[in-house]
């Protein structure tokens, strides 16, 4: 009988909380691949999302540690985001879905 603790569970779940949802791969890729941006740089990179969704979706990101905002003491403030060290580290992840979806893109569909 295998021991049920939670360090044997899969971690998928908990990886698919943070980076779940319709918007947070699209952010992280701008910010892994393009670098740092700002808001408004972010909103016309994904022009489906609102802005209300933009601001929920970094502040998820940011306080699952993979999106990191600073703030600049200037009149307008200015607010920079850029994927933190944990964030960079799902480019190979990436990567694979890229090369997953090249390959089926290759391949003859099943009936």
Not at 9 to 19: D, G, H, R
Not at 21 to 41: M, N
Request: charged fraction near 30%; charge should be positive; include cysteine.
């Amino acid at each position: 009988m295998q021991d049920d603790t939670s360090s044997n569970l899969c971690p998928a779940p908990l990886v698919f909380a943070m980076i779940g949802g319709k918007w947070k791969l699209s952010i992280l890729q701008i910010l892994i691949f393009d670098g740092t941006k700002r808001f408004g740089e972010l909103r016309k990179g994904i022009p489906e999302i609102t802005q209300t969704m933009l601001t929920k979706q970094l502040r998820d990101l940011e306080r699952d540690g993979l999106v990191k905002r600073v703030v600049f003491a200037e009149v307008p403030p200015k607010v920079e985001y850029s994927a933190t060290e944990d964030g960079v580290g799902l480019m190979p992840a990436f990567k694979e879905m890229h090369s997953w979806w090249e390959t089926r893109k290759r391949s003859p569909k099943a009936p």
